[in-house]
Nanobody
């Protein structure tokens, strides 16, 4: 029902910033809860941040709280992840994901998300 394409990844020095974008196409983008996940080599895919349909509620993993900010612009069919004070341990492939906001399913788990982007590489050097 929705297609997701991430952009904005790249190489940055520790302490620097990157802004990831996730452009959505298809019907009814505005009805989806949106999330960002990341996966480092040899690791499980882990939750980074999520945002409610209206943008009124946001959620963050403890590892990124205070450094990353998720936002969305429903008029532009885009969700963003502003990443500040980047650390080498933030290095991973970052994925955008979408899910219908049905209750009873934790936002930090991968299973409830129905649609995923292709991922964009973020590399933070020391």
């Amino acid at each position: 029902q929705v297609q997701l394409v991430e952009s904005g990844g790249g190489l940055v020095q520790a302490g620097g910033s990157l802004r990831l974008s996730c452009a959505a196409s298809g019907r009814s983008f505005s009805v989806y809860t949106m999330g960002w996940f990341r996966q480092a080599p040899g690791k499980e895919r882990e939750f980074v941040a999520a945002i409610s349909v209206s943008g009124g509620s946001t959620y963050y993993a403890d590892s990124v709280k205070g450094r990353f900010t998720i936002s969305r612009d429903n008029a532009k069919n885009t969700v963003y992840l502003q990443m500040n004070s980047l650390k080498p341990e933030d290095t991973a492939v970052y994925y955008c994901a979408a899910r219908l906001p049905r209750g009873g399913r934790p936002l930090y788990r991968t299973e409830p998300y129905d649609y995923w982007g292709q991922g964009t590489q973020v590399t933070v050097s020391s």
